[in-house]
């Protein structure tokens, strides 16, 4: 089992948002997210859905589709992984916001879903 | 592959809105859109979901059948498409408000979604 | 082809809101409304949601069904048809706040759904 | 037919709220509600939805089932018997909110539901 | 029929969160709960619904499974059982918030659900 | 509770089949049957489903309506009432085929559907 | 109310079936029919299947279409119009077999549901 | 963790097949379901499917719904106890046929059910 | 407009059936088929099921999505071109059995598919 | 991309059958297959359908759940990796019957479903 390296951000690519001027919302689903068990290395799978308003970045999709396969073999907990690809697609296209949802497959019987958005909400306690 | 012309949407046809005081909104589902990839030249679809308030004009769903028919064999990319079709109804109708949604077919086990609204959103980050 | 005629909301009978000081919600949906194409004299169907909150009267279901049914050999286009529904319909029963939604079928490949509100709702752009 | 008598809800009972300091929500969904209708003497039939946040008393769930079940051979409503449902749990357990959801088989073609609030919201029109 | 014991939040472990930083949220779904009716003694059975935003810890998977066990030959009520989980979690976790629904099988015809959050909502009446 | 009187199927009225030549089949769902439970006096529902192919007599529905009301207050276990309204059917309308099928409501966590055919399948063991 | 007449199955066109040599089918599902109820002269509406296996004549879509649309004004009861359709689409196309399911909206609390096919079966009872 | 003793089908009650003369269907869904696995000590759930042909006895419902909880804290294998299931309910009733469907929850990501009939089916390899 | 040519079967490229002994069934939905009605030269939209049991070859899943594109702009009636495609499959895989499925969407109202299969089935009348 | 080993049938475990007598079914379901594409080395994802009836041998679902995952870095093409699957189940648990059916994501607009029994049937053509 590889560790995920920090430059497999680089494998995103992307083009100039067609449309600067205007605050509107690209929604992607990837339902062929997998990864490994840091614990166990057994596999791990789940649905991700990204949800972002560009600002002057997209992301290109099958450069997307080859950094999400880089995950294969590599050992991620759920909670970290989430926010990791977060990170990598905030990094590479500074977006005007973004959300990650990453719905992880039944283990022991529960079902793991983990959201994380960009910027951190802030809320009263 | 042909370049779909500024003037298409010359093609779109209004009828005066028959209340003219009331703010109602219209929802109009399309599920028939097709365009050309212009990378690959291979066929996209999509389903369009336009909701828009009419100010003094509606748009005739005839011409809009039409209109839609028109992208068949232009190449055109996911996220220019749906703001550029966004920019003809607005041009044409000049409505309240507008809102088009394009759900794209899969492709390369990836689902893109794209969402723009007239007038854009304005939101503090 | 008929034109619907201006005292056809005369159909409608109401009986005596029994919770007057409550404000509450009652829905109605109606999947059985026809009329006919006013260019091309074929039938039009919908399903019809109306919401409302009552003031002093609700309207008598009855009584509705016999209105909805006098559509039937009646001309009149999606979005006027909807419009004028809901000023019968606060004509008669002056409601605090009514909506009504018209989902029409299919045609040329195009679904329409009109959704009209009582006041008529008052946004900033 | 008989007349729900207004000691019905005398067949409610209560035990207290484990949690009052918690502004907790209990939802209790009830599909086989059935009554008469007053005109015909025909049987109706509703499901219930009702939601409550409890301040001191929560009601005991087969009370609560032998109160739906009284109203079995009572002629009522559709409008007066939701609000006199409501009624009843509130003064029986003056809740901190509660809100009567009563969704009847279709008649005539027409489905009708009736939504009902304590207390009855407040909102300009 | 045994009773829970307060220490049997010690099953729960947990694990650092590796993005403090960010207010991102955590959803669980455990279809598998079940414990006894303190009355009868005959098992009820929950699907439970967990969603919070950590603080500086995460519960960990599989002692969160073997907690939910722990109730399997308990008695307890639906409205006091969900509200000592919650309970449980937030001693344990403290997060930023929490909500936890139970949605127990139907018994006597009637369906309930329990919602509880941490912090306890606060609304005017 | 009232025993349900044999002479109830005296409810049912009958039609000419207007194609007697052919064999076809008439389905018929009946959503809201209702009885009481023989021990313990609490009410009982039901969605039956009918499906025949008519000889020389057709069921009419406003009669089929009132028989199935007429069961409202009387003490029936599932599976003699099931056999039993198949009986009555069968003797009114001498069909060439028949089958009934009784969808309980849940009682005690469990589901019980009845089946009954006329005539009765013959089958080897 | 008119009478439907017998010569309305002129409406009927039809077109040389492409491969007569290969035994295949044509399924059509028309979910608009409507007629009246001879009895209270109220709408009744249905979704009409129709299945068959061409031998040398299809039938038209848009003549289908008219012919469906010509019992609009017309009283029938539900088994007879099921039968006559069938009747008038074996006299125009001479399938080599053929059914025709009418789902009837649900009327009184009973949805009915008539199967007719060509030729009639023949089945030992 | 405890053996299921071989007297506990003796929790089996019966009561007189009302139509003996009739080969009817009697559908019993069980979703609530739970034993141990025998290898872990770990709850297993299922939903259990029972269709019979009664012969002279029917299961009393109650009884069955007591024999089903016996399993609550016993170890019992998938294809075993589907198996033993099955036999203590042809011992007590000898059925003219039955056939007892485990659909077991996930397990490893894995999801299994296991199908036995009385009597066995007899089919050519 | 242009007219398929025959020799577009040739876009279908083959390969080695690697289980020749075995009788095993490959399942294909594609939908994404379009072409153009030849009467009005409008585009019409099909989702294809191809369900064959191969002998000696099987279809190249990318040359039959191009063989599916090549009907982009050709004009072919749903009867007409269901068989067509099936006859080319036949023609390049002699396979041991194959059916073809074509669910138009829908035009005027009414909802077509067409089922052709290899061998044509020969049934009595 | 390696090579599936043949060896790899060995990860397969089994246990005897507990009820030899009986033919009954066992039916799993593995939504987590995936494998490489030998001729991209891309991911292809399935889930499996495994429905068997035993003879003296049952295989241990924690060792198919390896055997499963054996797979995951593995070049194969879909037609080919079902009957290999297939044939490994049967060399090592010779069951009286048993049916396997891959389904496989979409690529490139089309799904892929592949079904493959033992014994392969034998039918007329």
């Known amino acids: 089992m590889q560790q995920h390296k920090k430059d497999s951000r680089n494998i995103l690519e992307t083009f100039e948002n067609p449309n600067v001027d205007r605050e509107y919302t690209i929604q992607i689903r990837i339902p062929e997210f997998t990864c490994l068990c840091p614990k166990t290395g057994q596999p791990d799978f789940a649905t991700l859905h990204l949800e972002y308003v560009p600002a002057s970045l997209c992301v290109e999709l099958k450069s997307l589709k080859n950094y ?5 073999q590599v050992g991620a907990f ?3 992984v989430t926010n990791a690809i977060l990170d990598d697609l905030v990094a590479v296209l500074t977006p005007r ?3 990650l949802t990453a719905e992880f497959n039944v283990r022991g019987g529960i079902y793991t879903t ?3 958005e960009y910027p951190s909400p802030v809320r009263d306690r």
Chains 1, 2, 3, 4, 5, 6, 7, 8, 9, 10 share one sequence.
Request: hydrophobic share 55%.
């Open 114 to 116: 983990v959201v994380a």
């Open 78 to 80: 759920h909670e970290a």
């Open 68 to 72: 999400i396969w880089s995950f294969r």
């Open 97 to 99: 916001r973004a959300r």
